[in-house]
């Protein structure tokens, strides 16, 4: 049984929620504001957070930049659900970490199989077959897990979904809006350092492996698989 904590400040919202966590299986927990939730985690230690983005003292972004800056709490995953549905605020949360987005009015089952998803820590979007290993860098899905020359690393949902997104294709050109439509479910059509942000982020944490991760100039970016050399 995952905990799930719903952060949000409409009754009627937050009772939708809570019945239905607990109708899917899991144990839900409700805090009404952004100090009670930020105080939940801390002592609580949810498996996963359902936030609003509009709450009475902090806003949601905040809360979203503070666990998943936090290293103690960073592995939480965080899925966003809000009436503030524009593409910069999909955006603006994914920047600060966020592992899936939900726009209200929302449909329960939709999101429900959202959160399973989440928990699962999913696989990447597409047909490939996925990667296990290129050169030292190795990933565990079932586990959600992933090791570098053999020393585990810490990585968020998002950037094991990245990294496996980016094993599964290695060898092939990846350009920024693929991924973005792929890894966050984003359009394309915007100016954003999303996907330049998780990168470095990925490289820096990757160690030995950081330059399996190519850069291609103007472009996008492209895993080399040392196999084919």
């Not at 599964?168 to 059509?189: C, I, M, P, Y």
């Amino acid at each position: 049984m995952s905990r799930v904590l719903i952060v949000e400040d409409e009754d009627d919202i937050a009772e939708l929620l809570r019945f239905s966590l607990k109708l899917d299986g899991h144990e839900p927990l409700v805090a009404m504001t952004g100090e009670e939730a930020l105080s939940q985690i801390e002592r609580l230690r949810p498996d996963l957070v359902l936030l609003d983005l509009m709450l009475p003292d902090l806003p949601g972004a905040e809360i979203c930049r503070r666990v998943k800056s936090g290293r103690r709490d960073r592995q939480i995953p965080v899925i966003i659900v809000t009436a503030r549905g524009q593409e910069p605020d999909r955006v603006r949360a994914f920047e600060l970490g966020a592992d899936d987005f939900v726009t209200k009015p929302f449909s329960v089952r939709e999101l429900m199989l959202r959160v399973r998803a989440v928990l699962r820590r999913g696989s990447p979007a597409g047909p490939e077959q996925l990667r296990h290993r290129v050169g030292p860098v190795r990933i565990d899905e079932i586990a959600h897990r992933a090791y570098v020359d053999g020393n585990e690393i810490e990585l968020t949902a998002l950037e094991f979904k990245l990294l496996a997104t980016l094993m599964a294709r290695a060898g092939r050109l990846q350009t920024r809006e693929v991924l973005l439509r792929d890894v966050w479910q984003l359009s394309g059509d915007q100016h954003t350092r999303t996907v330049d942000t998780h990168v470095k982020r990925l490289r820096e944490k990757l160690g030995e492996g950081r330059d399996l991760i190519e850069t291609v100039r103007g472009a996008g970016y492209r895993m080399s698989d040392p196999g084919d050399a």
